[in-house]
């Protein structure tokens, strides 16, 4: 098998892994602080848990950019292994936590040293032919996509048979032995002395020259858009589910179906498109599927039944499929390849942000416009989006036809 993929193979299982670790934890956190950590009042409950959950993608929208930094000085298969070794030890001392408080710290220090998917992407990107980045890139997202998807449900299987605090240990031991394979298996060849030649500019620095390029600020917001869109409606679908099926028999079933069938089309069509992608362009891909994500979003305010919701919440997932993947094509392009590592830590702080504030802005805004107001918000937000992405390319490709 060829250097890059097994590269792609390994690092596609290690996302699994880190992505499914990191929302394991979702289905029990607050049963976690109720049972094993003491608290008895449910607002308690709720703060702690809605705190605890936030606390690591606030810290790794904090320091994905300096990681980035160091990758392109160091290597990225060093912020590879410190990523991994680091989370796996990390979370084995979650299961040790007596107090809120203690799991609230250890997660804002997640946070702080994650940054493998960020790292595998840039390692990838550098070792794959460039005319299969397209399909790496949509192979790697389908592993993080899936390890999304299964990792709340491996997580609920887990407490049901062995409690809460081992799932933590079983947690870490994945990330230790996916940290184990890629140390073992992944090559990159990184010439440390060359790169250490070259001047270090600071973080805000190496910002400012990055937003210098044209499409770098609308691809980072697009990945802003991407986790705001698919995140901003999440909290209330439960809600959402009850009102169209109209009585409460089978709801959780049908709650965890409508928020997990985004996520198993956008893990088919990944690899798909970002083959396509390689064929046509990943620029073409892109625009599409912001105009396919935004007219399957608008719909969804309008739907009369549990089954129509599905559709388009499958067609969503599809369209959503060609973004992430194109995004980091796209970002792979148009970065000087000495700063790819940083341009795609700012990338994972974009991601990370709209994790952050998705929730936060569509529980506040649905106060006021519902739900269904969130749908038709998330889907002009992605016209807009497609517009300025659109124009960003164009521009690009009338400067190359004028030099």
Request: with cysteine.
């Amino acid at each position: 098998m060829q250097r890059w993929k097994i590269n792609l193979a390994v690092l596609m299982g290690g996302n699994f892994l880190v992505m499914a670790g990191m929302t394991m934890i979702m289905p029990f956190l607050s049963l976690y602080l109720k049972k094993d950590l003491g608290l008895t009042d449910d607002h308690e409950v709720g703060l702690w848990a809605g705190f605890i959950f936030a606390a690591n993608f606030i810290t790794s929208f904090i320091f994905q950019p300096l990681w980035g930094k160091l990758s392109d000085k160091y290597g990225r298969k060093m912020m590879l292994l410190r990523s991994g070794f680091g989370m796996a030890i990390v979370i084995v001392l979650m299961g040790f936590a007596t107090e809120p408080w203690h799991l609230l710290a250890l997660r804002m220090l997640n946070g702080v040293i994650s940054g493998f998917s960020p790292a595998a992407v840039a390692l990838v990107s550098a070792t794959t032919p460039k005319n299969r980045i397209g399909f790496a890139m949509g192979t790697l997202q389908s592993g993080g996509t899936a390890g999304a998807i299964l990792g709340p449900f491996i997580g609920g299987l887990l407490a049901d048979s062995f409690g809460f605090r081992p799932i933590f240990y079983i947690t870490g031991s994945f990330l230790f032995l996916a940290s184990v394979v890629s140390w073992l298996l992944v090559q990159e060849s990184f010439d440390r002395n060359a790169a250490a030649l070259k001047a270090q500019t600071s973080v805000i620095k190496g910002l400012k020259e990055l937003l210098v390029i044209r499409q770098l600020p609308v691809l980072l917001t697009v990945t802003f858009l991407i986790q705001f869109a698919m995140l901003s409606p999440m909290p209330l679908i439960p809600l959402y589910v009850e009102k169209l099926h109209g009585t409460t028999e089978n709801l959780a079933f049908y709650a965890g179906f409508v928020g997990s069938v985004t996520g198993i089309s956008n893990l088919i069509c990944a690899p798909l498109l970002g083959r396509l992608s390689d064929r046509i362009g990943a620029s073409r891909i892109l625009i599409i599927s912001l105009a396919g994500a935004g007219v399957m979003l608008i719909p969804q305010a309008f739907v009369g039944t549990v089954g129509h919701l599905l559709i388009f919440r499958f067609l969503l997932g599809c369209f959503m499929g060609g973004l992430i993947p194109t995004v980091n094509s796209l970002i792979r392009k148009h970065t000087p390849d000495d700063m790819v590592s940083r341009s795609f830590g700012f990338n994972s702080s974009a991601l990370a942000l709209g994790n952050m504030l998705g929730p936060v802005v569509g529980g506040a805004l649905s106060g006021f416009i519902g739900i269904e107001g969130l749908f038709v918000l998330s889907g002009v937000l992605l016209f807009l989006t497609c517009i300025w992405a659109s124009r960003a390319i164009r521009y690009r490709k009338q400067t190359q036809v004028k030099a």
